[in-house]
């Protein structure tokens, strides 16, 4: 049997890149894209998709099809419906900030849990409903450790409830706090004062300047840095936080180097850059010597 004309949403000219489509049992539709080599069907075609773990097909030189490769990728579509599930959930409950399109392909988000605070969150597509491969907060440190320190004194872990099947409902009540949907008030100033805690307080970027992709999505499969680290310095997801908790404003360290640079009354000590916050001009600084592009 073919796959079928109707499953067919892309091809060239050259009959060598293909888009592939299936309707999985939920009514979600998966793409499957496949570039042919030259000497095909001697060698495996080049697969992609936007599953949660890479399509692996044994290509049998000379015998194995297309049709094989494209009913492989029904079928694990189909094995992902919970996943699916706890990821439509998150995407369509709350706030996502990254990925900037969410998609199943990443099993990570990053979404807002009040004012300047975010959760980095990793889902297993094994177990979906099971307690998070990865869970983190970012923000300034007077804002993330009592919520840490809730997850460490409720014993996150026991409290989460696999039969619950919703992580909405489990982040919540191992947090005792409700998630706010996107574009909630949940601080001063409505959406565009809420907003400006999780980008760059100088270029109003997630990601920096000359960076195309947020550092979530180049570290996908990696666990982010060494918190301690982050801590001591105020610096938690690739930001820097003014520590005076009546701003808490976070910055990009590239942005914020070039801001203290061009301070006069800016000044380096023990391996650090001193300077006034661009906000409430209280004192701020950064490590000089970890590698700051500028």
């Keep these: 049997m073919a796959i079928g004309v109707g499953n067919v949403l892309k091809m060239d000219e050259l009959l060598l890149n293909f888009v592939f489509s299936c309707v999985d049992v939920g009514g979600r539709?998966?793409?499957?894209?496949?570039?042919?080599?030259?000497?095909?069907?001697?060698?495996?075609?080049?697969?992609?998709?936007?599953?949660?773990?890479?399509?692996?097909?044994n290509w049998i030189e000379g015998a194995s099809t297309l049709k094989e490769v494209y009913d492989l990728f029904c079928e694990?579509?189909?094995?992902?419906?919970?996943?699916?599930?706890?990821?439509?959930?998150?995407?369509?409950?709350?706030?996502?900030?990254?990925p900037k399109v969410p998609h199943y392909g990443s099993c990570r988000r990053r979404i807002v849990v009040g004012e300047n605070v975010t959760l980095v969150v990793e889902i297993d597509p094994s177990s979906p409903f099971s307690f998070p491969l990865h869970l983190s907060f970012?923000?300034?440190?007077?804002?993330?450790?009592?919520?840490?320190?809730?997850?460490?004194?409720?014993?996150?872990?026991d409290l989460w409830d696999e039969d619950l099947r919703s992580f909405v409902?489990?982040?919540?009540?191992?947090?005792?706090?409700?998630?706010?949907p996107k574009g909630e008030d949940v601080g001063e100033g409505g959406e565009q004062g809420?907003?400006?805690?999780?980008?760059c307080s100088i270029c109003y970027s997630l990601s920096p300047p000359n960076q195309t992709n947020s550092k979530m999505e180049e570290e996908e499969d990696e666990v982010r840095g060494d918190e301690s680290e982050d801590n001591q310095l105020g610096e938690q997801g690739g930001f820097v936080y003014c520590k005076d908790e009546r701003c808490g404003r976070s910055f990009h360290p590239?942005?914020?180097?070039?801001?203290?640079?061009?301070?006069?009354?800016?000044?380096?000590s023990f391996g650090s850059l001193f300077g006034s916050c661009p906000y409430c001009s209280s004192q701020i600084f950064i490590p000089v010597s970890r590698k700051v592009v500028i």
């Excluded at 409902?169 to 706010?180: C, H």
């Excluded at 809420?194 to 980008?199: A, K, N, Q, V, W």
């Design 29 to 57: 539709i998966h793409e499957l894209k496949v570039s042919l080599q030259p000497d095909y069907p001697f060698s495996s075609p080049l697969i992609e998709t936007a599953l949660p773990v890479p399509l692996i097909f």
């Design 76 to 98: 694990k579509s189909e094995n992902f419906q919970d996943f699916f599930n706890t990821m439509d959930e998150i995407d369509s409950q709350t706030w996502v900030l990254e």
């Design 138 to 157: 970012i923000g300034a440190s007077h804002l993330t450790d009592p919520l840490k320190r809730r997850l460490e004194d409720n014993e996150g872990r």
């Design 169 to 180: 409902g489990n982040v919540q009540n191992v947090l005792d706090l409700t998630l706010p």
């Design 194 to 199: 809420l907003t400006s805690g999780f980008e």
């Design 254 to 268: 590239s942005c914020l180097a070039q801001w203290l640079q061009a301070l006069p009354d800016s000044h380096s």
